[in-house]
């Protein structure tokens, strides 16, 4: 078992940066594929950003390649989501997941196992 814990969520004005966090916890993330989704009000979660954990190779949703950086840290078994450029639009609450498969990177929700509780993101304009 995997818990993920995201923090890092807030207001920011149009143009600003966020910097998200998911710590996990029981397991190391060694053997395991991380990803960023988030879920406006009334839509459906959607993919953004995913890296395999062994390679660091990643992929973005299109809405967020150039602006969004996604990262993990070995040492600190953590994966971040460094935002730029934030757009109003980017407001959501963001989620981690992890993947049993560290050996590539996924990109839809359903290829994801274990599920942090959120954290909101909210930008003005």
């Known amino acids: 078992q995997v818990q993920l814990v995201e923090s890092g969520g807030g207001l920011v004005q149009a143009g600003g940066s966020l910097e998200l966090s998911c710590a996990a916890s029981?397991?190391?993330?060694?053997?395991?594929?991380m990803g960023w989704f988030r879920q406006a009000p009334g839509k459906e979660r959607e993919f953004v950003a995913a890296?395999?954990?062994?390679?660091?190779?990643?992929s973005y949703a299109d809405s967020v390649k150039g602006r969004f950086t996604i990262s993990r840290d070995k040492a600190k078994n953590t994966v971040y989501l460094q935002m730029n450029s934030l757009k109003p639009e980017d407001t959501a609450v963001y989620y981690c997941?992890?993947?049993?498969?560290?050996?590539?990177?996924?990109?839809?929700?359903?290829?994801?196992?274990?599920w942090g509780q959120g954290t909101q993101v909210t930008v003005s304009s």
């Open positions: 890296i395999s954990w062994s390679s660091g190779d990643t």
């Open positions: 029981g397991r190391s993330l060694s053997s395991y594929a």
């Open positions: 997941a992890a993947n049993g498969d560290g050996s590539y990177y996924y990109r839809h929700v359903f290829q994801y196992d274990y």
